[in-house]
């Protein structure tokens, strides 16, 4: 069974940058592309971004397309989020997730492991 760990969330201000991690166990990440998705209350989960196996292709969400950067070390077993110049309205819960599937995706039902979440706060 496979488990995703995420971590790095926190309290920026308006313009700060944070770094989120996804620790994978259970298996080696290799097989998984792996996204980030989040969610605010009383919303629905949204895509964020998302990798392929050997990182050569990723996908972004058009609200942090330029400011966020997903990446991994599949040595490590580890997805990163690089969050820059947040905002107000990126403050919510942001999970990790891992897919079994040959292509990258970005629709969450096809998305087979989810980690717990990591909440961010950006003050404004």
């Known amino acids: 069974q496979v488990q995703l760990v995420e971590s790095g969330g926190g309290l920026v201000q308006a313009g700060g940058s944070l770094r989120l991690s996804c620790a994978a166990s259970?298996?080696?990440?290799?097989?998984?592309?792996m996204g980030w998705f989040r969610q605010a209350p009383g919303k629905e989960r949204e895509f964020v971004a998302a990798i392929n196996r050997n990182g050569a292709i990723t996908y972004y969400a058009d609200s942090v397309k330029g400011r966020f950067t997903i990446s991994r070390d599949n040595a490590k077993n580890t997805v990163y989020l690089q969050m820059n110049s947040l905002k107000p309205e990126d403050t919510v819960v942001y999970y990790c997730?891992?897919?079994?599937?040959?292509?990258?995706?970005?629709?969450?039902?096809?998305?087979?492991?989810w980690g717990q979440g990591t909440q961010v706060t950006v003050s404004s």
């Open positions: 997730a891992a897919s079994t599937r040959a292509v990258v995706t970005v629709t969450e039902t096809e998305y087979d492991y």
């Open positions: 259970g298996g080696s990440q290799n097989r998984f592309a």
